[in-house]
Structure formats: C-alpha cells, structure tokens
C-alpha cells in the first residue's frame, strides 16, 4: 500500500484515511491536532482503551453511541456508575461490549476525579516529546516510544487501566502529541489550531 493517497477531492492523505467520508474527516480535522483538557483526554483515553484489539475505525463508528452511553465522558458521572450501569452498556448494542474495559472506564474515571482540574491534562503532556521528526513513511511509525511507555507506567501506577504503550502512543499520536502524518500528507506540513474542552 503506498503512504498516500489522493481523495475524489484531489487531496493527498496518509493512505489509513482512505477514501470513506468519517475517516478522512478526522484525519483532516482532529488526528494529530494538539488536544487538551482533562474530559477531552479521559474521552481519549477510554476510546483508546476500548479500541484494544479491534480497529480504530470500528470505535469512530460508534463514538457517537459511546458519548451518548458514557454521559459525554464526564468523569464525574462515570465515577458513580454501580453495576446496574455496566449492565445497562452491556446491553448497548452501539457501543463496544466488554466488560473489563467498561470496568475500567469507571474506575480511570474514579482515580481521574481524585486529580486537581487540569492536573490530568498536564500530566498527559508531561509525556510529549520536546522534537518529534515527522515519519518519511509508515515504516518510521513506530508502535511505542519510550514516551508512551513512560506515560504508560505512570498511569497504571495511578490505578489506570487500558492503557499500555502501543495504546497509549495511539492516544499520543491522536492528541497530537506527536504528528506523525507522513511526507507527501497535506496535513503533515500545518495543523488546525488546538481543540480545546
């Protein structure tokens, strides 16, 4: 497969966004634009967490499902989820049912919670590299870093689930932490400004 490829639209992407409409939206919009705030990132981290072993593109199907069964990834409504909610997303045919990381999800946004506003934000981007050389290729694309497995020892040092470093630097890469559009890609010379909650 080549690195790029060129839309209907005469546009040239990474060659993952391919040509259906929702990818290539947030390849041009939000992948690799930097993001911040603390419901953002939790949002982020739990896509990333339920994404384990599936494709991105299946999450992005259903994120929409996801933030109507997740109450927006507001932590502190997650936090209070009993067990008549883990049934209730049990049930929820848009959404990913797994019950290990619905789990998680409420107990990341319980130790979240316990976190100063902002504090969750920081430390996520505690991990961003000072330089990031943007990748010739998917070859250059690595699945980890040393970054990602730092943030990811950190996390789980805090009680966080879901969240080792090929998934984490997943999360690195979409919250633009890293901008690993490769050469040849229109988004790998410019970003949007940064998202923000």
């Given at each position: ?10 546009i040239?992407r ?18 690799g634009?930097?993001?911040?705030g603390?419901q ?6 739990t896509?990333?967490g339920?994404q ?9 199907r ?6 109507a069964?997740?109450?927006g ?13 883990v ?8 959404i990913?049912?797994n ?7 409420i ?14 934000d920081e ?28 943030m ?6 805090r009680?966080?689930r879901?969240v ?14 890293v901008?690993d559009?490769?050469?040849g890609?229109h ?11």
């Open positions: 497969m080549a690195d790029v490829i060129t839309g209907n639209d005469g040239a990474c060659a993952w966004a391919g040509h259906e409409e929702i990818y290539t939206r947030y390849h041009d919009e939000e992948w634009q930097p993001m911040h603390d953002r990132l939790f949002e982020k981290v896509l990333e339920f384990a072993g599936l494709s991105w593109i299946t999450i992005l259903k994120r929409e499902n996801f933030r069964a997740f109450h990834f507001d932590p502190e409504q997650i936090a209070r989820y009993d067990e008549s909610d049934e209730r997303l049990l049930a929820d045919a848009g990913v049912r019950r290990a990381k619905i789990h998680a999800a107990g990341n946004a319980r130790v979240l919670i316990e976190m100063a506003p902002g504090e969750f430390l996520m981007w505690s991990f961003a590299p000072a330089t990031h050389v943007a990748p010739e290729s998917f070859a250059d694309v690595p699945a980890q870093t040393a970054e990602s497995k730092a990811s020892k950190e996390l789980l040092r009680g966080f879901f080792g470093p090929t998934t984490m630097y997943a999360l690195m890469q979409s919250a633009g932490m901008d559009h490769v050469r890609c988004r790998g010379a410019t970003l949007a400004p940064s998202v923000q909650e």
